[in-house]
């Protein structure tokens, strides 16, 4: 099955491909890799998801964040490739969740995003190295910050 009739086949809604916040591309390609700059937890509406785990929101809200962030990479990876089925694995994600001090669950938010991609791109495809790392800022103050370099057919 492809990744976009497996996208489609989870009835998933993607947020609009989000604007650069400041003086960067979303994405760069080199050598078949696509580097894509941290997303945000972005919703359909155009907003975006705020909080600090750990004082506003819960581990199930973050993963939600996660999640949305996931398909914000999702939007982009579209816009800039014209198709999911341009990606042909995820190679690497960088996940930060803005928490209180001590926030020991930053793994189990990010998984949000990483079994969103396993569905997207197959379990082979979809889950691949990672970091999921606490702070105690992210900009716009949203909950999580994702960016991610994937395998492309450019």
């Given amino acids: 099955m492809s990744n976009e009739a497996r996208f ?9 491909a989000p604007k650069p916040a400041g003086v960067y591309k979303p994405v760069v390609v080199v050598n078949g890799m696509a580097y894509l700059s941290g997303h945000g937890p972005l919703l359909p509406n155009k907003t975006l998801i705020t909080g600090r785990l750990g004082l506003d929101l819960d581990v199930e809200a973050g993963y939600d964040a996660a999640r949305q962030t996931g398909l914000a990479m999702l939007a982009t990876l579209r816009s800039h490739f014209g198709s999911l089925d341009k990606v042909k694995r995820v190679v690497k994600l960088l996940g930060l969740v803005q928490c209180v001090d001590g926030f020991p669950d930053s793994p189990s938010v990010i998984n949000g995003c990483s079994e969103l991609f396993g569905s997207v791109f197959g379990e082979d495809h979809g889950i691949g190295a990672r970091s999921a790392i606490g702070t105690n800022s992210l900009p716009g103050k949203i909950a999580v910050e994702i960016e991610g370099i994937f395998e492309v057919d450019a």
């Fill in 8 to 16: 489609e086949s989870l009835g998933l809604e993607l947020p609009p």
